[in-house]
């Protein structure tokens, strides 16, 4: 859970950060530096709202406890992160390069108008957006424990070298890619999207709400092989396994659990968990192969209008 929370919180993080300071930058160019308490302003309020969206989610997984329900909250929790981690990575593929551009007409509107409202907003939105995601996925990785993952080191980390590499960057003392930052985080993350889908099936599939086409006996969800010797996916199961046969397992189960968190590996898979991993990339990789053929397409068509035009 470390290493997942310190990934989506320096994702998360720098790039609130790098659009605020984009911001403060053009507010400078504009020589209209008195707008920067505003931005501040804009942040603080959006931070504020963030705690308070991470405190109503607690109520609310606190309030499906009490049913005994929580269960269901969490795998619906998994699957819509899916969902979020993947479009994270696809809109910032596909709006990085006009994140500026944009940024730019909306401020030098609210900077003509002399409208301190719209400045506060614009930025309040920004980074609230970026906070509520994180909140929402915070839960997901947690199991509702929110708490846990807001103090944990991975979360902490994640949000200090964003802050230092925020610096770096804006104060020019290092330059580095931010397209290879996001590409590389960007695998990352689908990586741990792929496993919240996995880990919400298996769990479906343990609660007897989902079949499978290769089943036991008795009818449940059978694995299509068990590899708990080699590496089990939690350390729980060392200890089974250990107890049970009285050997040793090659891997210890600290190592499969951040796999498992990681890469959504799984000892014992079912047909559905194998199927779904692969059928996740398979539709992520295809709709990113989709969408650069349709950018190209695009350019062609307006240089090919520019052209016309010119003539």
Known sequence: MDFQAFLITLREALE???IVGLILSYLTRLDAKKYHPWVFAGVFFALLSSFGVALLFQVIFTGFASFGSEVYLKIGIMFASVILLS?????MKKESKNVNGDMQKKINA??????VTALVLHTYLIVLREG?????????????????VFTSYGALSGLMLALILGYLFFTGTMKFSLKTFFRVT???I???AAGLLVQGIGMLQDLGKMGSVYETVQGT???VYNIVEFMPEHYQDEVHFERDTGGDVMISGQIGLFMAAMFGYSHNPTVEQIAAYWLYFVFIIGANIWHAKEITLFRKKKTKTVDQ???
């Open 16 to 18: 609130a950060i790098l």
């Open 87 to 91: 479009h994270m990575v696809m809109w």
């Open 110 to 115: 609210a900077v003509t108008a002399g409208s």
């Open 132 to 148: 509520v995601e994180t909140v929402f996925f915070f839960a997901a990785i947690s199991g509702g424990e929110i708490q846990d």
């Open 186 to 188: 960007g695998v990352l």
């Open 190 to 192: 689908m990586f741990i």
């Open 221 to 223: 969800p059978k694995a």
């Open 309 to 311: 035009t010119v003539a």
